[in-house]
């Protein structure tokens, strides 16, 4: 089945724990996407990537890394993590194409800095 | 920053009506989508327009863009339960990004 999966689903951490949210996709896409969701925000861009060994800072990006060695991983990683980067982490992939081509998302990872 | 913005933020109807969500956003783009997500889930795809379509159809959805007003509606025919959700729209412009607004909940009544 064609998919993007999150890990982990739920995360509570302190602050100044470094963590790492993995996302992984199955349809060779060359494009993959972080957002965190907010409420009465939307979804905003923290890192995208448009294909292995390329990212770029979307909206968001201070307090985050990622890295795209592989053409299927994405994951994120909070070196130093701080309470107002609780939200809801979503993952997104779709083809370099994107003038035909929609995102599909993960199901989301939950964090919570205390 | 956000590109869409959705009109209204919420919207609340009885099953069988018909559900009209509006999109309005700044700049130039090569296709504007929408999404549908339920409560804390992923987003999922629902229907993607082209810069240069001005209609789309999707079963139930019929979705409308107007580059001229930088604008776009969604609309659902006879609405049901399962139609509740939040609905976004994303622009995909020459940044090679895609901006999302911060989404319309519905809400249909059975």
């Known amino acids: 089945e064609a998919q993007v999966t999150q890990n982990p689903r739920y995360l509570i951490t302190v602050t100044g724990k470094k963590l790492t949210v993995t996302c992984s996709q199955n349809m060779n896409h060359e494009y993959m996407s972080w957002y965190r969701q907010d409420p009465g925000l939307g979804l905003r861009q923290i890192y995208y990537s448009m294909n292995v060994e390329v990212t770029d800072k979307g909206d968001v990006p201070e307090g985050y890394k990622v890295s795209r060695k592989e053409k299927r991983n994405f994951p994120l990683i909070l070196e130093s993590p701080s309470p107002n980067q609780t939200s809801l982490y979503f993952c997104a992939s779709s083809l370099i194409n994107r003038y035909n081509s929609p995102l599909h998302f993960g199901n989301g990872t939950r964090l919570t800095v205390t | 920053s956000q590109q869409g913005e959705e009109d209204p933020q919420a919207l609340s109807i009885q099953e069988g009506e018909n559900a009209t969500m509006n999109c309005s956003y700044k700049t130039s783009i090569n296709n504007l989508q929408w999404y549908r997500q339920n409560s804390g889930r992923g987003l999922v795809h629902l229907i993607l327009i082209r810069s240069n379509e001005r209609e789309k159809h999707s079963g139930r959805l019929r979705v409308t863009l107007d580059t001229s007003k930088k604008s776009s509606s969604l609309l659902i025919t006879a609405s049901r339960a399962a139609d509740t959700a939040s609905y976004f729209c994303?622009?995909?412009?020459?940044?090679?990004?895609?901006?999302f607004g911060a989404g319309t909940r519905l809400t249909v009544k059975p």
């Open positions: 994303a622009t995909d412009d020459n940044n090679n990004d895609m901006r």
